[in-house]
């Protein structure tokens, strides 16, 4: 019994054994089935057809390889792809880009190489793929000619206009006998009565004029005409004098007449008074017509010209409006409100409009030229620039810096930077920003334009020419702080450099700095030996 429970198992075991080996062989069989055609395919052949923008890190860093063996670099064409190469980046650190193939200084791993002309790569766009479009709400706008039919609107008050004020003053010594005016701001007609007075300066005039009157011989045609002089000069109207001529009898009181209809601004004397030659005796002003004052900001102020038509409401006259123009832009900036003031002049036929009185403007700004227009959503204002985002076929979207002008009603005028039927982003353009910062892209919606890279200057000693790279001792570099040393130099062109260099030449060099790369010389000479010691 004991031995034929051993044999079953035993056999047991046995099937197990086989089994389980029957179903590890099984696996590797399908796992190198899966992995033969990977491994079996080499990585350049594979992605020369394939465009580089959608590579592996896998198949990146074999290229960076690749690029090693062959020496190349950015700027340079990749003959298995055709397409030039922008930079190398680490996938890990996408903003920051070099120059040539290298190991990662941030990962243990190899550069990647950025390509231009890619379907999902360029130097200066972002492609986003429908889907995303999609789900980010993008939206887009045409780029229409047209022009800004616009009006500036603005609120001021009504003030008297001041050239149609009249001033009223005495003549001569006299005395106020009688006023038909009692207070200021009463109303008065054209040629109504305003005051009476008796002047006896007058009286001395007008008789020595009857006597030579009543006089007839030869000479007295002078005698009076010196007489009416003289009454000119003691200050009485053409009219006063031509009553005294005709009535034959002195006319010593003078009635001061309205010369315009409107109101009395002021009133300076009162019954009995005594006045003065050249005193002021009251103010009329005019209701014809009326200023009203607005302010208008000064970045819309260039927009209006005198002559410009008005139409203007206030809610003490409900119902009715008032034409008028502009007269004049008044010289002054109001600090605080950084507004101008534009002096419109209205008609006030019925003296309606008084001082005080709160008026609504809207001022017609001259037609303008026909310009590019856009939704005014698609401007970004960064500060020093404005900047619209272009689509472009194949879901490219590139920032482009545009010159706005007006905008009115939701349309901005574009006076440089786009033409007629470009697409321009409404909504989502920080996004696609992101993604280029991302990406490390040229053109970046924010971007300011690169600096100028600084130049220094120094002396060196040839050590040993390589390609286009020369290894240089020189002495220490103040402005970098740097001390004498040995190190590498990128060359300038062939064109640029002396004949015959050679290791122990002395040279005198200008270089600038690179971005992940070797400092690069802009210009050399050769220096005569003993020169700099």
Known sequence: MNKTTSLIALAAVAALVAVGGGAWWLGMQQGMGHTTPATAQPVESATASDDPSLWTIRQGEEATRRHIRESLKAGDVDPATGRRILNYHDPMVPCKNFETPAKSPFMDMMLVPRYAGGDAADASSVTVSPRIQQNLGLRTAPVVEGSLVSEVTAVGNVVWNEREQVVLSSRAMGFVEKLHVKAALDRVAAGAPLAELYVPDWVAAQEEYL??????????????????????????????????????????????????AGIVSELMVREGATVMPGMTLMRLQGT???????????????????????????????????????????????????????????????????????????????????????????????????????????????????????????QTEINAGLAVGQRVVLSGQFLIDSEASLRGLEARLNAEPAPTPQRYTTDAVIDALSGDTVTLTHPPIEALKWPQMQMDFKLPPRAQQPRDLEAGDRLQIEFEMQAGDVPRITSLQRVAPGIGK
Do not use: C, Y
């Open 211 to 260: 006597a030579l009157a009543r006089l007839s011989g030869d000479g007295t045609d002078t005698l009076k005409d010196a007489a009416r002089q003289r009454m000119r000069q003691a200050g009485m109207a053409p009219a006063h004098i031509e009553r005294v001529v005709t009535s034959g009898a002195v006319q010593p009181r003078f009635t001061l007449t309205a010369p315009i």
């Open 288 to 410: 014809r017509t009326v200023w009203a004052e607005g302010a208008v900001p000064e970045s819309q102020a260039a927009l209006l010209q005198p002559g410009a038509r008005v139409r203007t409401t206030s809610p003490g006259a409900p119902g009715q409006t008032f034409e008028g123009q502009v007269q004049a832009l008044l010289p002054e900036v109001d600090a605080l409100t950084r507004t101008i003031r534009a002096r419109v002049e209205l008609a006030n036929p019925q003296g309606r409009l008084v001082p005080g009185m709160l008026v609504s403007m809207r001022l017609d700004r001259p037609k303008a030229a026909a310009t590019l227009l856009v939704p005014s959503d698609a401007v970004i204002h960064t500060g020093r620039r404005s900047v619209v985002m272009v689509a472009e076929e194949g879901g490219r979207f590139r920032p482009v810096e545009v010159t706005a002008g007006l905008e009115v009603g939701g």
